[in-house]
């Protein structure tokens, strides 16, 4: 658990794939522990770029700071005592217990097996739904299964900084609302920061409170997710021609009207 007065802030970060320039100046906070933001941009913007680089897995110049805590400097096991990191590449499907690959996670993070363990990744396990799959083997699972238990993975070690890459690629409909749910009530209880790529405009709208837009590696909009999500930037970030409009229930919803000149 983080305090109340805990921000992540990363950046400028620049870094490169080769000598080809992927990340450049990239700045993301302030972002205070309780709220959730979106990374947003067409395919190949470098979301997921970035997200590897706030995790550690992708070098980069520049800081990355939770609090006082210069993430940037830690090495591997210290860092996951801070930051859980969520791929967008399913969990494999290899024959074993969901339940065992959460106490696996856990103890990379720092905790140890026991029974403190075990009823904390059972708490995760229902809260996403899915109790019944702890005993199950990964390889019997669907891909968006093992999805939902590479998400408690991430959520059992309990962290200050959460990164998700596409967690909702897999998952039918019912699944994407309820995990969105579900994220915005343990953001808010644990003062988590979490941060999450996503493709689905709608949902970022209704669901996180900021965003980090981005186009070919450069940051061309930030804040308030509703100030991000515009018909402007939506041209800028995507080359189309986009509106917002609101449902009979009062929810923000991006329709697509055609395709614009700006890419």
């Known amino acids: 658990m983080i305090s109340e007065t805990t921000f992540l802030c990363a950046g400028p970060l620049t870094g ?17 522990g309780g709220t959730i933001t ?3 941009g067409a395919n190949g913007s470098g979301k997921s770029t970035l997200l590897r680089a706030i995790a550690g897995l992708f070098p980069v110049q520049g800081p990355v700071w939770l609090g006082p805590h210069d993430l940037g400097a830690m090495r591997a ?7 859980a990191y969520m791929p967008q590449t399913l969990p494999p499907p290899i ?9 696996i996670s856990m103890q990379a993070g720092g905790t140890r097996a026991n029974d403190h363990a075990f009823k904390t990744a059972e708490s995760v396990l229902a809260c996403l739904g899915i109790s019944d ?18 998400l408690a993975q991430a959520l059992a070690r309990s962290p200050a900084l959460l990164l998700l890459d596409e967690p909702l690629s897999a998952l ?78 009062g929810d923000p919803v991006v329709l697509v009207d055609g395709v614009s000149d700006v890419l």
């Open 172 to 249: 039918d409909l019912r699944h994407q609302f309820e995990v969105m749910r579900m994220l915005r009530r343990e953001t808010e209880a644990r003062n988590m920061i979490t941060v999450i790529v996503l493709h689905d405009l709608t949902m970022a709208l209704r669901r996180t409170d900021a965003a980090v837009m981005l186009s070919t590696g450069r940051v061309i909009a930030r804040g308030a997710v509703e100030d991000v999500i515009t018909p402007a930037g939506l041209s800028q970030a995507f080359g189309v021609q986009a509106r917002i409009e609101r449902s009979t229930q």
């Open 77 to 83: 096991p210290e860092r996951a005592k801070y930051c």
């Open 133 to 150: 799959l702890a005993l199950r083997f990964l390889d019997e699972l669907s891909g968006g299964q093992r999805q939902l238990v590479g």
């Open 16 to 32: 490169h794939r080769g000598r080809r320039l992927v990340l450049d100046a990239v700045e993301t906070g302030p972002l205070p």
């Open 95 to 103: 024959h074993i217990q969901a339940m065992e690959t959460i106490l």
């Open 38 to 40: 979106a990374l947003l």
